[in-house]
Structures are given as C-alpha cells and as structure tokens.
C-alpha cells in the first residue's frame, strides 16, 4: 500500500482558479484542486468541498488549533484557507453547520492506495485481487479509521462516492482516476462499517446515472432498498478445519452425493409473525438436522447472491459478492454453512454468471457504456429473460466473474457451486432464431469467450478449494462437459442429466396401461449414462410454471399415484449417477411449488405423505451404505443390464457394482399395478441378496408384498449368469437387493 500522505507533491505550483465546484469534481483528478498544495515556498492552500457547511477552519492535529479559515468561494460548497508550513501540513478540518461542530479528516490529503501491480491483477482471472481491493474496504492508518474504495468504469467522465455520511451528494467525494486500469479510488477517513452507499456516476456523454450500487459490495440492502452497505473484516471464526482437510481427501465421483435443493425463503415461514422468513441461524437449527436426519449428504441453495425481485428465486442477482440481507448479516450465512460442517453435510451454491438484470442500481450500462455486457444485442441481450448478458471477452468481466466463484468457495467456505443456464452461455444462437445472432470468428455458434471462461473458472475454483466441486445445467450435447480442461473439456465435475429427467418423467406420468409403448424412455439414458459425471435432477423447475408437483403428475388413484411416485424414487436412487431432488419432494408435497409461502408440512399427518418420506430417508441410507450404488455411480464398469426388454411387463432390472466386483446390488423396478409372482433374474454370484429396500412396504404406505426379507440364489443360469434369483416383484414398486456379506461390509 502507498504511503497515507500524498496529494499532489509538486513544489511552487500555482494556484489553480476553478470556476465552479463541478469543473473540479468533472476533471477525474480532484486531487490536483483539492487537499493540501504548497503554492509558494512555505505557503500552503486547503481547498475541500463541502456544500452543506455554514464555516469551514483548517485546524491542527489536535483538532483544537486553528490553523487557517476558509473562505467560501462559490455557494455551492468550495473552501479555500492559507496557512504557512515548512513541511506538508497534518491537518484536520472543523465543519460548523447550522448548531453541529464536527473535526473531520481531509479525503484529499491522502496519496493513492492501489498499487500499479493491484491494478493490473484486475485484469488477471486466476487472480483475488478483485475483491480483495475493489469495492469498499476498511483500513486503520495509524489510527484513522475509514474505507478505501475502488470501482471499475473506465469510461465515465466522473465517479463519487455517496451515501448517509455526506448526504447522497456527489460533490462531496468526487474520486481518483486511475488511467492504467480505468478504475476510479478513494480513502473516506471516518465513515463507519454500516453506513450505507452508492456511487454516483457522470457517463461518456455527460449524462448523470442513477446511482449504482457497489459490484463488490459484501453487503446489500434488503430489498426493496438497494444501496450497499459498508463492511468491515468479517467477524467470524471458522472451526470446521476437519471437514475441509477430509474434503479435500475425498473423491467425489466415489463418494455418496445426494442432494436436497433447498429455496430457503419457502422451506419454512414464521405465520405467527407475519409469515417471515426463517434467519439463516434459525434455519441452521431446522434445516440442517432436517436434512441430516433424512440422510442428504448436501444442500444446494437456489442462488443467495443478493437480487432485488423475489420472484426471480435468486435468478437475477445484482450484488453477486454479498449473501442476501433477507435472511441475515454475513456472520448469520458463515454460521449456517459451519453448522451445515458440522452435521456433516456440504453446501452447494447455485450460481448465476449467465446473465444480470437491467435494474437501473445495477451493472447494466454501468458507466454509461455497455461495460459488463455486449452492446449488441444480438450478443447482449437474453429475449427470454429479458436480462442482459456477460461480455465473456472483455478480460476485467471475465475475471470479475471467476474471482466470484473463488471468492464463495474460499471466503464461505462453500463445497461447490451449481453453475445456471451453461447452454445459453455456450451457444451464440441459444434461443434465437436465424438473424437474431452473430456468428463467432470462425463462423460457427459457439460462443468463445464463455468456453474460455467456464474453463479458467473450472480451474480456478478447483485450485483454490481442494475437494470442492462444480456442476454445470447444461441441457445439450455439448462434449466433455465434465471432462478436465487440458484434454478439451468444459471442466466441470458433474453435469445434471436433463435428459435422464424429462424421459422418465414423461415415462412415469403415463397411465401404467399405455407404458409399455414408451418402455425406451426408461431405458434410452443408458445409452450415454457414462458420457459425463451425471447428476439425477428432480429440481424446482418441474414443479413450477404449471407443471404441478411430483405427486400431481403420477396417474391413477391416492394409492397408485404414491406407489408410482415411490417406485420413481427407488428407480431413481438405484440408477447410476448422483441424486438431486427439490424440497417437498421428500414428502410428496401435493401442490406446485409458491415461492411466497412455507411447504406443506402439515402433509406430514397423512401416513402416505409420512410414508414416503421413510422412503427416502432409507433410500439415502441405503445409497450411502452400499458402495455398489454409489462408488461407480460414473463408470460403466458398475453397470449391468439384467431385464431391459421386458415392455410387456414394464419391469427392468440391473446390476450395480463397487470397485470391489464382489460388492453387488441388484434393482427391479415394476411400473404396473400387476404383482409379479416367480419372476426370474440372473445374478453373478451365489448367497443369500437381502431386501434393503422395498418401496411397497407397508412403512411406506405399500402393500407390504414382497419375498419376507430376501432370496437365496438358486444354481439356475438365467440372463447369461451362472445363478438366478426367483423373485415377488410387487405392483408400481421398485426392489433393491444387495448380497449380504458385501452389504453387510459397507454398513
């Protein structure tokens, strides 16, 4: 850091007569009129703006001595004082206004702060600089507290730092340009962590902005208000060191992974209290051992980086580096994500870098150009969304945004970021049709500098926080989504498979009397099931906009409609790829998902409602304890088709494998409300294979048909293998098994 005294240091420089306040605070160096300047030798002038004071004194360091009266130059706030001094002058100034007396340090007097080297690291997307020196950031100079500020708009004509401590007026703290890096500084002595601010800008043409909030801002207003709110170090103290280090032993395409995604402003309300939302503490109290106890081994939280409409879920963000104020102070999300450690439980952000909203407060048109997004928009513009779109090539916008990623996994210490939307960023033509796009250089329609981004930020995020993951929602057949970057990949480590989701969806939400015509959608995702890292997704996007919830898309009455949704889930859990699935999923909540009220726990005191979610509470256990369902969850050697072409019946079964080729779980799944008696498959071993799961028991709110506990394999081949098992396949139920000695040793 630059040393705290600076100004101009030009010795015998004239004295400069500006004719308004606006032509010093339009010129991008204030510095050069304001703050101390020696304009003879032992003669210095004081020049400070201050619109609002009645009189302004400079006065000794004590803040007692008079020095030298100001003389008011215009009437819109500039004050003028001389004083003799052999050397630069320490100095304070007294401010009388109306009955208020207040000893305040000079802005102006202080050097610059961003070193040549901070500023140009701006420009670097491997580098933390961008949040660790732009935006707003305190500093004690021997005693002087107060903040350091720093914003990127290259092509303003004027930037000011405004809010509650200078009365929102621009005049008051014009700042610095710095030209090799077109960002703007200030050190403001004596404004306080929690005072709110903006800044206030002059664009290309003159034109004033609405103020804009700080783009690094770590906290925000709670919405509807949308000023950023000053910081200072965070007032917390991490204890979770033992899950960080196991996590970064960990490998995470081996290990168990399911997921409850989570909209924490519905999970639960306060009705009592005017339906609020619960604070992150409280939710770290509820949420937390709900989760545990249903044994997820992750939360994933619909987006949190603070956005100003509720009804975007998070989806448009604003001030990408501060958690939301709906639901607490910084230290409130901290404490969540430890406790969260502390259950053993792992927490995935859902991160948007695809796209931003065009609030005027926001980074649309921040300095009065199209700075963070195309100004074509055919490049720009999301005609869906109506948002804008990141200019992935400008070099200072790529690295704002991987230095976001880096920023929640190492200051939140957060265990993976969901990325939104990769398809749009991916294709220049997503969602366009012919003339509405630009070709890239090569003429093609992918869009080059989001690959290049998704890929440094992949890197980045893997580098910077061992054994945390990335998970790309990307619904195309782009190549090597989840395949490492130096062999051409995306980088990501898992891919949601959308597809796996919308066939069996369709499959499942069919009458059982017409399903075996649709027998390939169940059976179609295995085709490229270890193409990528996958990721089984039931996610809040199938229960909104009208598509109704799980339970409302299964067919037939109250009790087929839940042992359709129940063998679902044991079909799902016993496929390959790691589990996803929605809050009030886990209970089959019965309406489509309102973001503006708590689910439906009262469902709860229904027995199928409680029923399935014993279900999944043992399908996790089971998914977890067995490593054959999990360990080669992305790896065709853990997988083997017993039964795939029994439409008629609409029954599959297969195989899973761990790494040890002994570790065997066999699945069965029956989409039909026919039980099937004396059904046979074939298995590779001999012993006893235990009935783990049972979606028909009666625990469930099933039937309670079955094979009393397990089968032994007969020595009868069938299905190429040398053993057979005979089996009571119930009706609209899924069945796991697995073979007890190798069962019993991953419990």
């Known amino acids: 850091m630059a040393q705290r005294r600076g100004g101009s240091q030009s010795v015998k420089e004239r004295s400069v007569e500006p004719q308004s306040v ?61 004083l003799n001094a052999s050397e630069r002058p320490d100095y304070r100034l007294k401010v009388e206004s109306h009955d ?116 690094l801002a770590f906290v925000a207003e709670h919405p509807p208000a949308t000023a950023s709110i000053l910081k200072g170090d965070p007032d917390f103290e991490w204890s979770d060191r033992e899950w960080m280090r196991a996590r970064a032993a960990q490998n995470q395409r081996k290990a168990p992974m399911s997921i409850y995604e989570c909209h924490l402003g519905s999970w639960a309300r306060v009705p009592e209290e005017g339906n609020r939302y619960l604070t992150y503490r409280e939710l770290a109290v509820r949420l937390i051992p709900y989760v545990k106890d249903l044994g997820f081994t992750h939360i994933e939280l619909l987006p949190i980086t603070e956005y100003p409409f509720d009804g975007s879920w998070g989806y448009q963000p604003i001030s990408l580096y501060a958690p939301t104020s709906r639901f607490g102070t910084p230290e409130d999300f901290a404490a969540f994500v430890e406790a969260a450690h502390a259950a053993g439980i792992g927490i995935i952000l859902d991160w948007v870098p695809a796209h931003f909203p065009n609030d005027p407060h926001g980074l649309s048109y921040f300095d009065g150009t199209h700075l963070y997004e195309h100004a074509d928009p055919r490049l720009g513009f999301h005609q869906d969304w109506g948002t804008y779109i990141y200019n992935y090539e400008r070099q200072e916008v790529a690295t704002f945004l991987v230095a976001n990623a880096r920023f929640w996994l190492e200051r939140y210490h957060l265990d993976g970021l969901r990325v939104d939307a990769v398809a749009s960023m991916l294709y220049l033509d997503y969602s366009r049709k012919p003339g509405e796009w630009i070709p890239n250089r090569y003429g093609g329609n992918e869009n080059l500098g989001a690959i290049d981004f998704l890929r440094r930020m992949n890197e980045v995020a893997y580098a910077s926080a061992p054994g945390a993951i990335t998970i790309a929602e990307e619904s195309t057949a782009w190549p090597g989504v989840s395949q490492p970057t130096y062999t051409g990949g995306l980088g990501f480590g898992f891919k949601w498979n959308m597809g796996w989701m919308h066939d069996t969806l369709r499959y499942i939400s069919k009458d059982p009397i017409f399903r075996r015509y649709h027998h390939h959608d169940l059976t179609f995702g295995l085709l490229y099931a270890f193409s990528e890292n996958f990721i089984l997704p039931l996610s809040h996007d199938e229960v909104v906009h009208g598509k109704g919830s799980l339970i409302g898309k299964m067919p037939g009455d109250q009790w087929q409609r839940f042992a359709n949704l129940r063998a679902y889930f044991g079909f799902m859990w016993g496929h390959p790829g790691k589990k996803l699935l929605f809050m009030g999923g886990e209970f089959a909540q019965e309406q489509e998902w309102n973001h503006d009220q708590s689910l439906d726990w009262h469902l709860l005191d229904d027995s199928y409602h409680k029923g399935v979610q014993a279900l999944i509470r043992d399908l996790n256990a089971a998914y977890r304890s067995i490593p054959a369902l999990h360990e080669r969850d992305c790896e065709w050697k853990g997988f083997e088709w017993i039964v795939s072409d029994d439409r008629d019946n609409s029954v599959v079964a297969w195989l899973r494998r761990g790494d040890d080729e002994n570790s065997i779980a066999v699945v069965i799944s029956n989409f039909t409300p026919v039980p099937r008696e004396d059904y046979r498959i074939g298995v590779p071993l001999p012993g006893f294979y235990r009935e783990i799961v049972n979606t028909d028991a009666s625990i469930y709110g099933g039937c309670n048909v079955g094979n009393l506990g397990g089968v032994s394999a007969e020595e009868t081949p069938s299905h190429g293998r040398p053993c057979s098992l005979c089996l009571t396949i119930p009706p609209l139920a899924t069945l796991i098994l697995g073979l007890e000695r190798t069962w019993q040793a991953g419990t």
Not at 42 to 59: F, N, Q, S
Not at 164 to 187: S, T
Request: proline letters at 6%.
């Open 22 to 82: 606006a032509d010093i605070i339009v010129s991008g160096d204030p510095f050069s009129v304001l703050g101390p300047h020696e304009i003879l030798p032992g003669t210095w002038e004081v020049r400070a703006i201050i619109p609002h004071a009645d009189a302004v004194t400079v006065v000794a360091r004590d803040g007692q001595t008079a020095l030298a009266l100001m003389e008011k130059r215009f009437a819109d706030g500039l004050f003028v004082g001389t």
């Open 100 to 215: 208020h007396v207040e000893i305040r340090h000079d802005p102006y007097s202080f050097g610059t702060f961003l070193s040549h080297h901070d500023v140009t690291q701006f420009r670097d997307p491997g580098s933390d600089a961008i949040y660790r020196k732009l935006g707003a950031h305190h500093l004690d100079l021997g005693g002087i507290q107060g903040f350091l500020f720093a914003v990127w708009a290259p092509n303003a004509r004027r930037v000011s730092v405004v809010g509650e401590f200078n009365n929102w007026d621009g005049r008051c703290h014009p700042m610095r340009r710095r030209h090799e890096g077109g960002v703007w500084e200030l050190f403001i002595p004596d404004v306080m962590a929690g005072q709110r601010y903006k800044f206030e800008i002059i664009g290309l043409h003159g034109n004033l902005l609405a103020l804009k909030a700080d783009p």
